[in-house]
């Protein structure tokens, strides 16, 4: 059993910054690529970025290319991955929750989630 607690988030201006993590737990955390997805009001959850943990390799939505970017600190007790998130958008407010699971496609199949952190982007 994996286990994934989301961190961060809040309220930002248009063009404004904000980071969240993602702190993982458990037995065989270390197997599992980590990741992010977001949900919008009335909207279906969707893929963010993810990150493998084994090679480096990161993947991203074509709507955060560019203004996101996915990565980790092992120096931590629990691996702990981060979204920065720069020149946001009222379009990027949503829940966003965080995922351990496998690549596929170059994205992310989610294990285990998140409770989910709220980000809102608005003036």
């Known amino acids: 059993q994996v286990q994934v607690v989301e961190s961060g988030g809040g309220l930002v201006q248009p063009g404004g910054s904000l980071s969240v993590s993602c702190a993982a737990s458990?037995?065989?955390?270390?197997?599992?690529?980590m990741g992010w997805f977001r949900q919008a009001p009335e909207k279906g959850r969707e893929f963010v970025a993810a990150?493998?943990?084994?090679?480096?390799?990161?993947?991203?939505a074509d709507a955060v290319k560019g203004r996101f970017t996915i990565s980790r600190d092992n120096t931590k007790t629990n691996p702990t991955v981060y979204l920065q998130m720069n020149n946001l958008k009222p379009e990027d407010t949503a829940a966003y929750y965080c995922?351990?699971?496998?690549?596929?496609?170059?994205?992310?199949?989610?294990?285990?989630w998140g409770q989910g952190t709220q980000v809102t982007v608005s003036s």
């Open positions: 990150l493998t943990l084994g090679n480096e390799n990161t993947y991203y």
């Open positions: 995922a351990a699971g496998s690549i596929t496609d170059n994205h992310l199949v989610g294990k285990y």
């Open positions: 458990g037995r065989n955390f270390h197997g599992y690529s």
